[in-house]
């Protein structure tokens, strides 16, 4: 670590305020957005209709049990804003599913779409069930029901849903098809994340963790560090958590600490990223394997090391563990991971954050290129996406850096002055009609 100070994390620390721990994704949005526009010059008008969706779409979805008996879910569509394009943004099944969630994540995906300069807008959906209590043929069933309970509200140039938590490429699949039937034609553009052979694109699944080993990478050299000398704790090692370990381990970085939902493991001379099986490739792999020390999830995010990579759900670092936080330097791999407040407290205590909308916005950007690759009928070599991947990302990265520097602002301000900047530019330019 070289001795500027710019990795070095300060003495002071700031009072949490009043936040409510189990503030809502709108909640923290909100929140998040009226900070950044302090910092950016948006019309103060602008500002107020980004608090707002355009539309939330709530539908019961029916679904026949295996058993034949009958249940009833609820599902929502939340779109955003889509003042630059079609709305985008992932599906999710989780029981604890409601519209103000829903809401507030299509709002990130607002910025995050932005930050990228993608031509999209931010949506967010999903139905209210635990996935886990689905068959699978009931699950296909209850796909294709939202799908048909959406459809007038999605489409390739409407809004382009995606998969989430708990949903994957064959949910997406299997409303791709739905879609199509009523359609009366093959209609690949209406979702992303789908198989590569039926027109999903190669390195869409491992995106999200791959933009997030590039941010670290990004940081790291912006912060004077060496990669081969730093440290590396992941919470979640899932699709994106896992992703982004082995890529960063690939890079020289030192991964001593990676968890799933059961606990974590931890060996500071380092792990074998390639060893450890992911959650989502063998589930209780990462709290059963054999390694030098068992941790808590909660104690992998107190560990000593340069670099925490939250990447598992929202919500992990509040202000009843912010004060012991131990790393230098924090990458939201997961969306909304750091409460309002104990950001804050993190600013205080010179503890640099790259947030979501730049770290994890790898999955909306190769489904930019999925989306492409859709509506021309052309498919990308998987090392033509990683390329264009690296290329995006890097582009993303210098928009945000400049305002860092140039300005002093947190890297989450300057991410939101980024994205405000274009979505602020695009209202103006098209005005309001009537």
Known sequence: MNEDGKNRRGEAVA???????????????????????????????????????????????????????????TG??????????????????????????C??????????????????????????VDP???????????????????????????????????TGPQEMAWFMDAYSMQQGET?????????????????????????????????IDFYDWDIEDTTVAVQGFGSVGANAARLLDEWGAKVVAVSDVDGAIYDPAGLDTQDVEGHDERPGMVSGYDAPESLTNEELLEL?????????????????????????MVVEGANGPTTFAADAVLEERGIPVLPDILANAGGVTVSY????????????????VHEELEAEMLKAWNAVREHVEERDLTWRDAAYVVALSRIGGAKETRGLWP
Request: with cysteine; proline share 6%; charged share 30%.
């Open 132 to 166: 886990k209590t689905l068959s699978d043929e009931e699950r296909e069933r209850l796909t294709r029901r939202f799908a048909e309970e959406i459809r007038n509200v999605v489409g390739p140039k409407k809004d382009v849903p995606a998969p989430d938590m708990g």
């Open 187 to 219: 209609t690949p553009g209406v979702v992303t994340g789908k198989p590569p052979v039926i027109g999903g694109s190669y390195g869409r699944e491992e995106a999200p963790g791959r933009s997030v080993a590039i941010v670290t990478r990004e940081a």
């Open 15 to 73: 009072d949490g305020g009043t936040e409510s721990e189990s503030e809502s994704a709108l909640a923290t949005a909100r929140r998040q957005l009226e900070r950044a526009a302090s910092h950016a010059a948006v019309d103060d008008g602008v500002v107020a209709r980004l608090k707002h969706p355009t539309r939330v779409q709530q539908v019961s979805v029916p679904l026949r049990r295996d058993d034949g008996s009958l249940d009833v879910f």
């Open 103 to 128: 809401i507030g994540l299509s709002m990130w995906m607002t910025w995050k779409c932005a930050v990228m300069d993608l031509p999209f807008g931010g949506g967010k959906g999903g139905v209210a």
């Open 304 to 328: 000593d090391v340069d670099v925490l990579i939250p990447a598992a759900i929202g919500n992990v670092i509040t202000t009843e563990n912010v004060d012991a936080v131990s790393a230098e």
């Open 369 to 384: 290129f999925e989306w492409l690759q859709d509506i021309n009928r052309r498919q990308w070599s998987l090392e033509r």
């Open 76 to 101: 929502f569509r939340a779109q955003h804003d889509d003042v630059r394009g079609p709305y985008k943004g992932g599906l999710r099944y989780h029981p604890e599913v409601t519209a103000d969630e």
